[in-house]
Nanobody
């Protein structure tokens, strides 16, 4: 069974950048759509961005658009989330997730994602 493991989180100052990685073990993520979500303290988990299998298509939430970049390296079985100009309100646990349903476009719906990482903390200080 595939396991997704996030890395690269930590503490950053507001305005700084951070890159998260999501690596798959026990399987491949190269043939699946991937997404990033986050859950801030006291809030529900929300969609951040998603990427198609070939990286030809990406989709961003309004808050992520223009500052975040999702990418993937299928040869390394890894998906990335580069976050620029981070804000304190983006402090959250960030999750990567895998969408295995075939013949479907990118989706923001959490229930459409089949496998999830354990999450990684990102703290943005003001």
């Amino acid at each position: 069974q595939v396991q997704l493991v996030e890395s690269g989180g930590g503490l950053v100052q507001a305005g700084e950048s951070l890159r998260l990685s999501c690596a798959a073990s026990g399987g491949t993520l190269s043939t699946y759509r991937m997404g990033w979500f986050r859950q801030a303290p006291g809030k529900e988990r929300e969609f951040v961005t998603a990427i198609s299998t070939s990286a030809g298509n990406t989709y961003y939430s309004e808050s992520a658009k223009g500052r975040f970049t999702i990418s993937r390296d299928n040869a390394k079985n890894t998906v990335y989330l580069k976050m620029n100009s981070q804000k304190p309100e983006e402090t959250a646990v960030y999750y990567c997730a895998e969408d295995r349903i075939p013949y479907r476009g990118l989706t923001t719906e959490q229930t459409s994602y089949d496998y999830w990482g354990q999450g990684i903390q990102v703290t943005v200080s003001s």
